[in-house]
């Protein structure tokens, strides 16, 4: 039998010495070690090569099996193997939850159960977690029960080492335990926080401290970017640049702190030129071919223009294109026959975001930020107080122009 074809069998080198090129097949020894069982070599096609002694006698007989097709088995056995073991060990958490906590696994929770477990259930070779900790942890589940039914938002791994690390501690101790982490955070989170890799404060961002990351990562981004406009102005000033207002909306966007700080200063020395503001948006308008009028009544132009506002004049442009774009048809008109600039808000929002993005050209982001806004349902825009529309319309120019 063959089950590979002659191009994969020509791939697969038998050494990486330049004296065996060209030969794809190995020895039956060499089968065995790939966990291939004698029963599947048999069934494969093989080159067997005798060696003969000058009397005409058969000396020994080596049996050749093309290496693509041997590979192929060994790597199904080790599948096989791992499926074996993780199987084996899914058994041992039953038995151990069953004669732990008298429980079967169905009966707890999913989410909770592969907190319990880890990566037990992996292969033997990758895993950390040893049956033992399982065991503790299965022994506490009840308890993590009731925290989290106590408590809808605390964290499953938090509960169990909670439980673990404190044996007799209930829901009043949890509370405590969980006011007084709180505490230490909000005095002592900027310390804490220099300690912590960028990929470990990222991972905190979906919990409830983000607001503290936040602050950090805003208070140290401004303090490098203030570094770097020390080397131009002096330190008075670069403050006073990056605490400034309109610089906000630059220094949360980008993360080059670099480019940022050549670009704060460009606009901090010319905020104040409004004619070198309205050229630049001409300019821009006219090197993109844009039929539109630069009037200081439009409230995008008017914030450029006026420097409350430090951003690209190709971004402001796009801005107000987008409200006078000819996509917006009946469809997107109240049944007053008065225009609904709800969609319009959710539409500078949604390119807001393409645009941070910096994936897709500038009037792809218009398109789309249209397209997505046309299809809004009804009665989200219905609701402007709930979740929903608020995160729809949460972007800087739709802040802006909501007002």
């Given at each position: 039998?063959?089950?590979c ?14 004296r ?12 065995l070690?790939?966990l291939?069982?004698?029963r ?5 096609a093989s ?11 058969r ?16 790597q ?7 499926k074996?073991?993780?199987r084996?060990?899914?058994m ?6 069953a004669?732990s ?5 169905t009966?707890?929770?999913?989410i ?11 292969e ?5 977690m040893?049956?033992e ?45 969980k006011?007084?982490i ?11 926080m ?5 990929a ?14 936040h ?18 102005v002096s ?24 480019a940022?700080a ?5 606009f ?12 630049d948006?001409r ?6 071919g ?8 439009k409230?995008?132009f008017q ?15 796009c ?19 008065q ?11 949604k390119?807001?975001?393409?645009w941070t ?7 792809e982001?218009v ?22 529309y608020k ?13």
């Amino acid at each position: 039998m063959t089950i590979c074809c002659m191009a994969c069998c020509r791939k697969y080198k038998a050494s990486f010495s330049d004296r065996y090129a060209g030969l794809h097949r190995v020895t039956q020894d060499y089968a065995l070690k790939y966990l291939c069982s004698h029963r599947a070599l048999d069934q494969l096609a093989s080159l067997d090569l005798s060696t003969w002694n000058i009397q005409g006698l058969r000396l020994s007989m080596v049996r050749l099996y093309l290496g693509a097709e041997v590979q192929f088995l060994g790597q199904r056995g080790d599948r096989r193997q791992q499926k074996r073991s993780i199987r084996n060990r899914k058994m041992d958490v039953a038995n151990v939850c069953a004669f732990s906590c008298n429980r079967r696994l169905t009966d707890i929770d999913p989410i909770l159960l592969s907190f319990a477990a880890g990566d037990y259930v992996l292969e033997a070779g990758l895993s950390m977690m040893s049956i033992e900790k399982v065991e503790e942890r299965l022994h506490v589940v009840h308890r993590v029960e009731e925290i989290r039914r106590a408590c809808p938002l605390a964290h499953p791994g938090a509960s169990f080492d909670f439980c673990l690390s404190f044996p007799e501690g209930g829901l009043a101790e949890f509370f405590d335990h969980k006011e007084k982490i709180q505490k230490v955070f909000q005095h002592e989170g900027d310390r804490i926080m220099c300690f912590l890799t960028k990929a470990e404060r990222k991972v905190l961002l979906h919990t409830p401290l983000s607001d503290v990351v936040h602050k950090f990562e805003a208070r140290h981004q401004k303090s490098i970017i203030c570094s770097h406009l020390s080397k131009w102005v002096s330190e008075e000033t670069a403050s006073n640049i990056v605490n400034h207002p309109a610089c906000q909306l630059r220094i949360q966007r980008e993360d080059d702190e670099s480019a940022t700080a050549m670009k704060l200063l460009k606009f901090w020395n010319e905020k104040d030129d409004c004619e070198a503001r309205e050229l630049d948006l001409r300019q821009t308008i006219s090197s993109a071919g844009y039929g539109i009028y630069v009037s200081p009544k439009k409230k995008a132009f008017q914030l450029y223009i006026q420097g409350d506002v430090d951003c690209d004049a190709e971004e402001v442009v796009c801005i107000e294109k987008l409200l006078q774009s000819t996509s917006w048809n009946w469809y997107d008109f109240g049944w007053k026959g008065q225009f609904d600039y709800r969609r319009q808000l959710c539409a500078l929002t949604k390119f807001e975001e393409l645009w941070t993005e910096s994936q897709m050209t500038s009037e792809e982001c218009v398109k789309e930020a249209i397209s997505r806004a046309r299809y809004l349902h009804v009665s989200v825009l219905d609701e402007t107080e709930s979740w929903d529309y608020k995160q729809l319309t949460k972007g800087f120019w739709g802040r802006q122009l909501s007002q």
